[in-house]
T-cell receptor, first 114, second 112 residues
Framework: DAGVIQSPRHEVTEMGQEVTLRCKPISGHDYLFWYRQTMMRGLELLIY????????DSGMPEDRFSAKMPNASFSTLKIQPSEPRDSAVYFC????????????FGAGTRLSVL | GESVGLHLPTLSVQEGDNSIINCAYSNSASDYFIWYKQESGKGPQFIIDIRSNMDKRQGQRVTVLLNKTVKHLSLQIAATQPGDSAVYFC???????????FGKGTRLSVIA
């Protein structure tokens, strides 16, 4: 299996622009997680899905952030409009429900908002 | 203004020595623990896990110790190698399907 696949790996955008980050979980995994990692705050859970349904979005910083999972093999995290303080590395992770609680992470998307 | 970053604890170890990375967890109800390794430019990678009904578990060159009395977890790496240089995170969960709660991480630097 190719593991969790995220795209793009790097994104540079200007303040006010819309940013869309993409994630393909490991095939068969029914949980998907979005994290943000910064030097200031470490690794923060933003939102997670079970069977494509959002379960907990309490970590989403504000209404500018939204996430969707239209099917079992794809999820997006959107920031509109983006701000410089959104600059961070965003990780997607997936796991298999009912088994061990081991999340498998993608390589991340490094976002820079100028 | 001056920015204050997250000051990760750093452990510097001579190549070939053993490393011990410690973690204090917060929730006494947690019953499952994991160690992750994050190399520069990569996502966290699973190393080893342990359930609360155990106090020790061994993998290849790594051992995890759990002390539930003081809510302490440690990761021991035998014969540390340059490739072990990374940030190590502990994570906890209190039931099978709740999200993991990650600690702040410890940076391990291996001196060749």
């Amino acid at each position: 299996d190719a593991g969790v696949i995220q795209s793009p790996r790097h994104e540079v955008t200007e303040m006010g622009q819309e940013v869309t980050l993409r994630c393909k979980p490991i095939s068969g995994h029914d949980y998907l997680f979005w994290y943000r990692q910064t030097m200031m705050r470490g690794l923060e859970l933003l939102i997670y899905f079970n069977n494509n349904v959002p379960i907990d979005d309490s970590g989403m910083p504000e209404d500018r952030f939204s996430a969707k999972m239209p099917n079992a093999s794809f999820s997006t995290l959107k920031i509109q409009p983006s701000e410089p303080r959104d600059s961070a590395v965003y990780f997607c992770a997936s796991r298999l429900g009912g088994g061990k609680n081991i999340q498998y992470f993608g390589a991340g998307t490094r976002l820079s908002v100028l | 203004g001056e920015s204050v970053g997250l000051h990760l604890p750093t452990l510097s170890v001579q190549e070939g020595d053993n490393s011990i990375i410690n973690c204090a967890y917060s929730n006494s109800a947690s019953d499952y623990f994991i160690w992750y390794k994050q190399e520069s430019g990569k996502g966290p990678q699973f190393i080893i896990d342990i359930r609360s009904n155990m106090d020790k578990r061994q993998g290849q060159r790594v051992t995890v110790l759990l002390n539930k009395t003081v809510k302490h977890l440690s990761l021991q790496i035998a014969a540390t190698q340059p490739g072990d240089s990374a940030v190590y995170f502990c994570a906890e969960a209190n039931s099978g399907n709740t999200p993991l709660v990650f600690g702040k991480g410890t940076r391990l630097s291996v001196i060749a």
